[in-house]
């Protein structure tokens, strides 16, 4: 399938980030980041801006995640490429289709 092969592939356009569902074994999986822009956020959350990201992983429970728990699941990887790898909040799924999960995440 070209979504594991070619898009999902850390030769092509993936890069390693780390799943961490709130009830199950964390895993590193390909994964293709989309870096946003620092952008407003709910204030009854105690913030003003927060960074957002999206995130493409296969829809698969052996290379990517078989379902998302938004809100508790986690994912791990570098605010900017090259740094150190943190935890972002999986907020919401913003696309799904047979092969894939988008995911938007935020620090």
């Known amino acids: 399938m070209d979504l594991t092969t070619v898009i999902l592939n850390s030769n092509e356009f993936a890069e390693s980030v780390t799943i961490k569902p709130l009830n199950g074994t964390s895993k590193t999986v390909n994964a293709v980041v989309f870096r946003g822009e620092i952008e407003p956020y709910d204030m009854s959350q105690g913030r003003s801006l927060t960074k957002t990201c999206h995130v493409t992983i296969a829809k698969d429970?052996?290379?990517?995640?078989?379902?998302?728990?938004?809100?508790?699941?986690?994912?791990?990887?570098?605010a900017m490429e090259g740094g150190t790898a943190i935890d972002?909040?999986?907020?919401?799924?913003?696309?799904e289709d047979f092969a894939s999960f988008t995911l938007l995440v935020r620090f």
Do not use: L
């Open 61 to 78: 429970g052996t290379m990517g995640a078989g379902s998302i728990n938004k809100g508790n699941d986690k994912i791990s990887f570098p």
């Open 88 to 95: 972002w909040r999986i907020v919401d799924v913003t696309a």
